[in-house]
């Protein structure tokens, strides 16, 4: 079993850029395909990114795409978001999550069955 613990998240002005970290303790990331998820105020969670287990695929929501970047640190056992031209809409609460299912990647939050406790992300106008 992993516990992931994720930071990173603050205060900051649209245009600006934050970088979300997630750490791993108990077992390796590379055994599992890790995500990001977000919650607003009042919205369902939603997914955000996704690192396959090799760390040679990605998938990113639509809203973030080209904005945000996920990718793993093995030696160091963690994985980030890198979050470029922050804007208000992206203000939330975000959560890294992982999983051993068989998919490569997966938007489906059913299937992380292990997550952080979150880090709120807001950006001001």
């Known amino acids: 079993q992993v516990q992931l613990v994720d930071a990173g998240g603050g205060l900051v002005q649209a245009g600006d850029s934050l970088r979300l970290s997630c750490a791993a303790s108990?077992?390796?990331?590379?055994?599992?395909?890790v995500g990001w998820f977000r919650q607003a105020p009042g919205k369902e969670r939603e997914f955000v990114a996704a690192l396959s287990r090799s760390g040679g695929s990605t998938d990113y929501a639509d809203s973030v795409k080209g904005r945000f970047t996920i990718f793993g640190d093995n030696a160091k056992n963690m994985v980030f978001l890198q979050m470029n031209s922050l804007n208000p809409e992206d203000t939330a609460v975000y959560y890294c999550?992982?999983?051993?299912?068989?998919?490569?990647?997966?938007?489906?939050?059913?299937?992380?069955?292990?997550w952080g406790q979150g880090t709120q992300v807001t950006v001001s106008a």
């Open positions: 108990g077992r390796t990331f590379s055994a599992y395909m």
């Open positions: 999550a992982a999983t051993t299912a068989s998919f490569t990647l997966s938007r489906a939050d059913i299937f992380y069955p292990y």
